[in-house]
């Protein structure tokens, strides 16, 4: 357990230090002591902000990478960019089976748990403050809770059951700690977030940012639906369509716009301060930008063709403009600076042949195909040049993060219902969802009715950290999880890729990354990702390593 160890014995000897007689006679500037902290509310306040910047941490590469790299994982994503080797997307993007000392991975792991170090400190500290302010007390202890529910979830959805830490350990008290299985992890955050949600208020425009009693709610529905509690989930989920507090944003265009954060439809979302000089705000915009035109984006994480005919099949022209940009296209959704991006195709090396070639308009706007994989950006990250600050290769930006939402909501209410044989209610609750974008409304039921909502959260929610875990833990007509019929040697995705009839000509031609992503697709060991090795090795065998991974 390295990191664990390491994390807690930072926090121990560093962070906050305890108090060691006669070794100064002075206390050492600029450091703050566990046992003197805690004092009065403006520092639980300040330690709490802490738990929430714990979220995402304060660069691209500790959680919003390892996020990118999990749509990669799924058939709505390629690793994209093609100028500049990544092993450690490959290798797990494309399943090749040696993923155990993948550094995003890592990160991923040791962040989310010095995360849940700082909420177990936050949770055992705040709670034992005296106060007469008893009810600010426990709202603090309440959104730790939340937090350090959260973060558990983050782990058990992508790694199984992982060692269950619940208050402040030193390195010692963990030595020896093992795997606590999947269903007590998953018990641990019901219990967090049931607690969580008797306590915290409702949403207020006075508290902006703060986990909500819905955000608990909403967030324990999903942990009921991905164990197929469907009666929870319909009741819990219920509760927050009931409570009048949220609703769809009109246009499904200001669902993934900074002029629009903490809008009506935002349950949770991560709040950026963008600051240029001072390298504040989040990093997905330039990520996964164009590494040609405005802006120099980085490039990884690009949409499929697959998604985007996927779009097309269903007649949903709207979603589509508002989630993907595809080279070649003579307008970007809610970019009224389109001719900048025009102006700079002279920057792209065989502009002219690459418009004859693909039959593009004059006036289109190129994203290289040399350096892109399917040519085409993540809408739902991007911003218009109005938006945009100063120094925008800073890789920061203004717009926050949704990490939960009332589209959400409704689709998983909807599937709770279905699988119960409600689909009147699941009707109801998928439609509306439908209507905003006006499609027609879905009259099936039973299993078509199944497949029609699951097919929705794909086009709803692409790039919102839900389509892997979906295809990992819903089961397709054949007994399979549905990741295991789109990936392998016959999977539908790796042979929509593979075959003449359908496969991509952007890209097709583009072959630095294989167009065969998921062809090694193993079943047996590729529903979850890979424990750190680090964490193996360093536990002497009482972590034990997740099947078929070394």
Same mark, same amino acid.
């Given at each position: 357990?390295?990191?664990?160890?390491?994390?807690?014995?930072?926090?121990a000897?560093?962070?906050?230090?305890?108090?060691?007689?006669?070794?100064?006679?002075?206390?050492?500037?600029?450091?703050?002591?566990?046992?003197t902290?805690?004092?009065?509310?403006?520092?639980?306040?300040?330690?709490?902000t802490?738990?929430?910047?714990?979220?995402?941490?304060?660069?691209?590469?500790?959680?919003?990478?390892?996020?990118?790299?999990?749509?990669?994982?799924?058939?709505?994503?390629?690793?994209?960019?093609?100028?500049?080797p990544q092993?450690d997307?490959?290798?797990?993007?494309?399943?090749?089976?040696?993923g155990?000392?993948?550094?995003?991975?890592?990160?991923?792991?040791?962040?989310?748990?010095?995360?849940?170090?700082?909420?177990?400190? /936050? &949770?055992? @500290?705040? %709670?034992?403050?005296e106060?007469? *302010?008893?009810?600010?007390? =426990?709202?603090?202890v $309440?959104?730790?809770?939340?937090?350090?529910?959260?973060?558990?979830f983050?782990?058990?959805?992508?790694?199984?059951?992982?060692?269950?830490?619940?208050?402040?350990?030193?390195?010692?008290?963990?030595? /020896? &700690?093992? @795997?606590? %299985?999947?269903?007590?992890?998953? *018990?641990?955050?019901?219990? =967090?977030?049931?607690? $969580?949600?008797?306590?915290?208020?409702?949403?207020?425009?006075?508290e902006?940012?703060?986990?909500?009693?819905?955000?608990?709610?909403?967030?324990?529905?999903?942990?009921?639906?991905?164990?197929?509690?469907w009666?929870?989930a319909q009741?819990?989920?219920?509760?927050?369509?009931d409570?009048?507090?949220?609703?769809?944003?009109?246009?499904?265009?200001?669902?993934?716009?900074?002029?629009?954060?903490?809008?009506?439809?935002?349950?949770?979302e991560?709040?950026?301060?963008?600051?240029?000089?001072?390298?504040?705000?989040?990093?997905?915009?330039?990520?996964?930008?164009?590494?040609?035109?405005?802006?120099?984006?980085?490039?990884?994480?690009?949409?499929?063709?697959?998604l985007?005919?996927?779009?097309?099949?269903?007649?949903?022209?709207?979603?589509?403009?508002?989630?993907?940009?595809?080279s070649?296209?003579?307008?970007?959704?809610?970019?009224?600076r389109?001719?900048?991006?025009?102006?700079?195709?002279?920057?792209?090396?065989n502009?002219?042949?690459?418009?004859?070639?693909?039959?593009?308009?004059?006036?289109?706007?190129?994203?290289?195909?040399?350096?892109?994989?399917?040519a085409r950006?993540?809408?739902?990250?991007?911003?218009?040049?109005?938006?945009?600050?100063?120094?925008?290769?800073?890789?920061?930006?203004?717009?926050?993060?949704?990490?939960?939402?009332?589209?959400?909501?409704?689709?998983?209410?909807?599937?709770?219902?279905?699988?119960?044989?409600?689909?009147?209610?699941?009707?109801?609750?998928l439609?509306?969802?439908?209507?905003?974008?006006?499609?027609?409304?879905?009259?099936?039921?039973?299993?078509?009715?199944?497949?029609?909502?699951?097919?929705?959260?794909?086009?709803?929610?692409?790039?919102?950290?839900?389509?892997?875990?979906?295809?990992?833990?819903?089961?397709d007509?054949?007994?399979k999880?549905?990741v295991?019929?789109?990936?392998?040697?016959?999977?539908?995705?790796?042979?929509?890729?593979l075959?003449?009839?359908?496969?991509?000509?952007?890209?097709?031609?583009?072959?630095?990354?294989?167009?065969d992503?998921?062809i090694?697709?193993d079943?047996?060991?590729?529903?979850v990702?890979?424990?750190?090795?680090?964490?193996?090795t360093i536990s002497?065998?009482?972590?034990?390593?997740?099947?078929?991974?070394?």
């Amino acid at each position: 357990m390295k990191q664990i160890y390491a994390i807690i014995t930072l926090v121990a000897t560093l962070t906050f230090t305890t108090s060691c007689e006669d070794f100064l006679t002075e206390d050492i500037r600029g450091q703050q002591y566990l046992d003197t902290y805690f004092t009065s509310m403006e520092e639980c306040e300040s330690y709490l902000t802490g738990c929430y910047q714990a979220i995402a941490y304060d660069d691209w590469w500790q959680v919003q990478n390892p996020w990118l790299l999990f749509e990669m994982c799924t058939d709505d994503a390629w690793m994209g960019n093609t100028s500049q080797p990544q092993t450690d997307y490959i290798s797990l993007a494309h399943y090749q089976g040696h993923g155990a000392s993948n550094s995003a991975i890592s990160n991923f792991w040791q962040y989310r748990y010095k995360g849940i170090l700082r909420c177990n400190i /936050g &949770i055992e @500290r705040i %709670s034992a403050y005296e106060t007469q *302010d008893v009810e600010t007390r =426990d709202r603090l202890v $309440a959104e730790a809770r939340f937090l350090r529910a959260y973060f558990y979830f983050e782990l058990v959805r992508n790694f199984g059951g992982v060692p269950l830490i619940t208050g402040f350990l030193m390195p010692e008290e963990v030595e /020896g &700690i093992t @795997r606590s %299985s999947t269903e007590e992890v998953y *018990d641990f955050i019901e219990a =967090d977030l049931q607690a $969580a949600a008797e306590v915290l208020p409702p949403r207020s425009a006075a508290e902006v940012g703060r986990a909500t009693s819905g955000a608990a709610l909403g967030l324990l529905g999903k942990v009921y639906l991905y164990q197929e509690k469907w009666q929870q989930a319909q009741e819990v989920l219920k509760q927050v369509m009931d409570s009048g507090e949220y609703d769809l944003m009109d246009e499904f265009g200001q669902v993934w716009n900074a002029d629009y954060d903490n809008g009506k439809e935002s349950l949770f979302e991560i709040q950026y301060e963008y600051h240029s000089s001072m390298a504040l705000g989040g990093s997905m915009a330039t990520v996964t930008g164009a590494r040609n035109g405005p802006g120099d984006g980085w490039s990884w994480c690009q949409p499929t063709a697959n998604l985007e005919q996927a779009y097309i099949d269903a007649g949903d022209m709207e979603r589509l403009r508002w989630t993907i940009i595809k080279s070649g296209c003579t307008e970007i959704a809610g970019e009224d600076r389109f001719s900048e991006f025009v102006e700079n195709n002279s920057t792209v090396a065989n502009a002219q042949e690459l418009i004859e070639q693909y039959g593009w308009d004059e006036n289109c706007y190129i994203i290289n195909p040399a350096q892109h994989k399917s040519a085409r950006i993540i809408r739902k990250y991007f911003l218009p040049l109005r938006q945009r600050g100063e120094v925008y290769n800073t890789n920061k930006s203004p717009l926050n993060h949704r990490i939960l939402r009332f589209a959400d909501v409704l689709l998983m209410y909807a599937e709770a219902c279905n699988e119960l044989g409600n689909d009147v209610d699941a009707q109801t609750a998928l439609n509306r969802v439908r209507g905003r974008v006006n499609l027609p409304s879905v009259t099936s039921t039973g299993n078509d009715l199944r497949h029609a909502i699951r097919l929705e959260r794909r086009l709803e929610l692409a790039f919102e950290q839900s389509r892997l875990y979906d295809i990992r833990r819903w089961t397709d007509d054949n007994g399979k999880k549905v990741v295991c019929n789109l990936l392998g040697p016959n999977g539908s995705f790796v042979q929509w890729n593979l075959n003449e009839e359908t496969r991509d000509p952007l890209e097709w031609n583009n072959q630095i990354e294989s167009s065969d992503k998921g062809i090694t697709f193993d079943e047996s060991r590729d529903l979850v990702f890979p424990i750190p090795l680090y964490e193996v090795t360093i536990s002497n065998g009482s972590i034990e390593q997740n099947p078929g991974w070394n």
